[in-house]
């Protein structure tokens, strides 16, 4: 299995600051083929399900703003919320979907 | 737009089998992968598995032996069986499309005990 870790656990980020979240595969998550990480950012606020920030490691989904933005390839990915909104409070996790099982991070508890 | 809509029991004694369906409307189960994702409370998320839109099938190896995915394409629904559940099966199973999950079920919590 493809071990994902994510760091810090947690962060605490002044409201307009950048907040960074980094994710590390156990190994490569990119295809060859075409040159892309199966590497995924979800937000989850409390109870509600995940929402995708980010796939193919740096391309964002439609709506989500554009102070979210992911970089890396390979086996080391980061989020970077560039400035810090009061409604980006949640937790955030990193996922794998290049072989199964698909694994996610343990999660990142971003704070005001 | 497509939604999905997970249903099933809320609660599951010890030992028996966790049934759920996944609804899907808007739209075409016959595209995309299809996933159970689940997640014990306060913690973090776990793929069980995924039915893909060729038919292949995916189980993570840690629940493999217990669990089962299915589609119906006549009802535009995919299930998940969850045999032999224990306490450590408490948690909120979601349904969720592609690989890169982008469009989840609210979730539905399968608490087990007697």
């Known amino acids: 299995d493809i071990v994902m870790t994510q760091s810090p656990d947690s962060l605490s980020v002044s409201l307009g600051e950048r907040a960074t979240i980094n994710c590390k595969s156990s190994q490569s998550v990119l295809y060859n083929s075409n040159n892309k990480n199966s590497l995924a950012w979800y937000q989850q606020k409390p109870g509600q399900p995940p929402k995708v920030l980010i796939y193919w490691a740096s391309t964002r989904e439609s709506g989500v703003p554009d102070r979210f933005s992911g970089s890396g390839s390979g086996t080391d990915f980061t989020l970077t919320i560039s400035s810090l909104q009061a409604e980006d409070v949640a937790v955030y996790y990193c996922?794998?979907?290049?072989?199964?099982?698909?694994?996610f991070g343990q999660g990142t508890k971003v704070e005001i | 737009q497509v939604q999905l809509q997970e249903s099933g029991p809320g609660l599951v004694k010890p030992s028996e089998t966790l049934s759920l369906t996944c609804t899907v409307s808007?739209?075409?189960?016959?595209?995309?992968?299809w996933s159970w994702v689940r997640q014990p409370p306060g913690k973090g998320l776990e793929w069980i598995g995924y039915?893909?839109?060729?038919?292949?099938?995916k189980y993570n190896p840690s629940l493999k032996s217990r669990v089962t995915i299915s589609v119906d394409m006549s009802k535009n629904q995919f299930s998940l069986k969850l045999s032999a559940m224990t306490a450590a099966d408490t948690a909120v199973y979601y349904c969720?499309?592609?690989?890169?999950?982008?469009?989840w079920g609210r979730g539905t919590l399968v608490t087990v005990s007697s």
């Open positions: 039915i893909s839109d060729s038919g292949s099938i």
């Open positions: 996922q794998q979907y290049y072989s199964d099982p698909w694994t």
């Open positions: 969720a499309r592609r690989g890169y999950l982008d469009l």
């Open positions: 808007g739209g075409s189960i016959s595209s995309y992968y």
